[in-house]
């Protein structure tokens, strides 16, 4: 069903956040579930996520584009 996708979906992210780590990405600090909810506990990010940034237009060239997203990588 939807329901049970979208609860599949909350929980590989979540297993993901737990796992990575890095200086670029976003760190999970608290995780708290109820029935009906999956509350993540991450950094705030002022301005928008990568996808946001890579089509805003302020990474005009596409070389810069694939250095942000190359750095995401390392």
């Known amino acids: 069903t939807v329901a049970e996708a979208l609860i599949n979906e909350g929980e590989r992210e979540r297993d993901m956040l737990i796992e990575l780590r890095h200086p670029l990405l976003v760190s999970?600090?608290?995780?708290?579930?109820?029935?009906?909810?999956?509350?993540?506990?991450?950094?705030?990010?002022?301005?928008?996520?990568?996808?946001?940034?890579?089509?805003s237009g302020e990474l005009a060239e596409l070389s810069e584009k694939r250095r942000v997203i190359q750095m995401m990588c390392e």
Request: aromatic share 10%; proline share 4%.
């Open 28 to 55: 999970l600090h608290a995780v708290f579930e109820t029935p009906f909810h999956l509350i993540c506990v991450i950094d705030f990010c002022n301005g928008g996520d990568l996808c946001d940034l890579v089509n």
